[in-house]
T-cell receptor
Framework: GIQVEQSPPDLILQEGANSTLRCNFSDSVNNLQWFHQNPWGQLINLFYIPSGTKQNGRLSATTVATERYSLLYISSSQTTDSGVYFCAVGRGGSYIPTFGRGTSLIVHP | IAGITQAPTSQILAAGRRMTLRCTQDMRHNAMYWYRQDLGLGLRLIHYSNTAGTTGKGEVPDGYSVSRANTDDFPLTLASAVPSQTSVYFC???????????FGQGTRLTVV
């Protein structure tokens, strides 16, 4: 099956800093999502982005499908950004998300 | 709009007991999924269903069964629970095709 690798595995930031999270995948995909798992365990949809660039407030994402990677940018980080960020991908006619192991982010005040 | 609802929220279960985790969605999504989340391993697919009446095995299906009698419900059954099934279980759904998936709030299961 398709392999998904996320980096870095852990990230510690001071509030206000910017960061870039990366998701590499081993094969072509036609579905890609970024999720934020908050400290209470909820999985929150951030972006559905199989290709191109999207922005939502301080967060943006870019997927370069031909080069098999996606990037999640967090600008002016806040303590509420803490948690684990997951990338999930899928291919074919039916989307069955395959997850990476996530990037654990801690933002200190 | 409720989205996806899982029940129970948490459960402590004696080893050897049978347990069904419930998942209901009201978005009329065709596809539904069950994942387990374990520390350091991310989310791993247990079973999935592309449409009512069909199911398929994921990465870690052993010890679990599912059914999909209708569009809205996708229960996950542990026939005889073992301690290694201690985990957080997430149900998800998507419209099918190239659309995003949405997740329930999770069920924390402890098998003792």
């Amino acid at each position: 099956g398709i392999q998904v690798e996320q980096s870095p595995p852990d990230l510690i930031l001071q509030e206000g800093a910017n960061s870039t999270l990366r998701c590499n995948f081993s094969d072509s995909v036609n579905n890609l999502q970024w999720f934020h798992q908050n400290p209470w365990g909820q999985l929150i949809n951030l972006f559905y982005i199989p290709s191109g660039t999207k922005q939502n407030g301080r967060l943006s994402a870019t997927t370069v499908a031909t080069e098999r990677y996606s990037l999640l940018y967090i600008s002016s980080s806040q303590t509420t950004d803490s948690g684990v960020y997951f990338c999930a991908v899928g291919r074919g006619g039916s989307y069955i998300p395959t997850f990476g192991r996530g990037t654990s982010l801690i933002v200190h005040p | 709009i409720a989205g996806i609802t899982q029940a129970p929220t948490s459960q402590i279960l004696a080893a050897g007991r049978r347990m069904t985790l419930r998942c209901t969605q009201d978005m009329r999504h065709n596809a539904m999924y069950w994942y387990r989340q374990d520390l350091g391993l991310g989310l791993r697919l247990i079973h999935y269903s592309n449409t009512a009446g069909t199911t398929g095995k994921g990465e870690v299906p052993d010890g679990y069964s599912v059914s999909r009698a209708n569009t809205d419900d996708f229960p996950l059954t542990l026939a005889s629970a073992v301690p290694s099934q201690t985990s957080v279980y997430f149900c998800a759904s998507s419209l099918t095709g190239n659309t995003e998936a949405f997740f329930g709030q999770g069920t924390r299961l402890t098998v003792v």
